[in-house]
């Protein structure tokens, strides 16, 4: 995710969830995806486009803080079995990614 065609996914994405924030790049700051999350009462920590008019508010600090998460997830993908889902049902592939999370906390 991530691309500009990715933008639109966010409200479908979140439609499940229950959230008190999102934070995500620059490819998801929209009008669409800002309204989603106010109505929904849900923080949008998401950083302005350049070409954006009147630039939304942004909690800089907390966004600071996806990059610990956006490097945990790259690690782990480095790990064959979870970045090709070689694994059938959920039950194993959450054991492999639980596996691979305990080696990279291992570390």
């Given at each position: 995710?991530?691309?500009?065609?990715?933008?639109?996914?966010?409200?479908?994405?979140?439609?499940?969830?229950?959230?008190?924030?999102?934070?995500?790049?620059?490819?998801?700051?929209?009008?669409?995806?800002?309204?989603?999350?106010?109505?929904h009462?849900?923080?949008?920590?998401?950083?302005?486009?350049?070409?954006?008019?009147?630039?939304?508010?942004?909690?800089?600090?907390?966004?600071?803080?996806?990059?610990?998460?956006?490097?945990?997830?790259?690690?782990?993908?480095?790990?064959?079995?979870?970045?090709?889902?070689?694994?059938?049902?959920?039950?194993?592939?959450?054991?492999?990614?639980?596996?691979g999370?305990?080696?990279?906390?291992?570390?």
């Open positions: 995710m991530g691309q500009a065609n990715a933008c639109s996914l966010l409200p479908a994405l979140l439609a499940d969830l229950q959230p008190e924030k999102v934070l995500a790049d620059t490819a998801y700051d929209s009008d669409e995806n800002r309204a989603y999350c106010a109505q009462a849900i923080e949008a920590v998401i950083p302005n486009r350049p070409n954006r008019l009147e630039p939304a508010p942004v909690d800089e600090e907390l966004y600071r803080d996806r990059n610990n998460s956006e490097r945990f997830f790259g690690c782990l993908n480095q790990y064959r079995r979870l970045a090709t889902r070689y694994k059938k049902t959920i039950v194993s592939f959450l054991a492999f990614w639980h596996i999370a305990a080696l990279d906390w291992l570390r």
